[in-house]
């Protein structure tokens, strides 16, 4: 499956942006999708995942109360809604898929490239 992510952009603090990320070339219900980020000299972290049933999400503690995360098997896309953005929330941002193969929060199939999200302080 190929993994398109869009959205990205500069923001001040408190502000909102909504990712999202289009996926194509595979079926995808049968994936478990996800939100990594990778801030400037850190390592790739979880941001949030979805299982393909729509139900079961799961946030990293961060970014918990801010994030939603949500998808549409319909238009296999996969967004991820950013409220109260924080200065520490800024990182390249990475949409990733999951199949029965892998675990979309310690072991993705897939990824997408970055989107830049940057928040002014």
């Known amino acids: 499956v190929q993994l398109q992510a869009s959205g990205g952009g500069l923001v001040q603090a408190g502000g909102s942006l909504r990712l999202s990320c289009a996926a194509s070339g595979g079926m995808f219900s049968r994936y478990d999708m996800g939100w990594f980020r990778q801030a400037p000299g850190l390592e790739r972290e979880f941001v949030a995942a979805?299982?393909?049933?729509?139900?079961?999400?799961d946030y990293s503690g961060s970014v918990k109360g801010r994030f939603t995360i949500s998808r549409d098997n319909a238009k296999n896309t996969v967004t991820l809604q950013m409220n109260s953005l924080k200065p520490e929330d800024t990182a390249v941002y990475y949409c990733a898929a999951a199949n029965l193969y892998g675990d979309i929060i310690s072991r993705p199939n897939y990824w997408g490239q970055g989107t830049q999200v940057t928040v002014s302080s």
């Open positions: 979805i299982r393909r049933s729509g139900i079961s999400i």
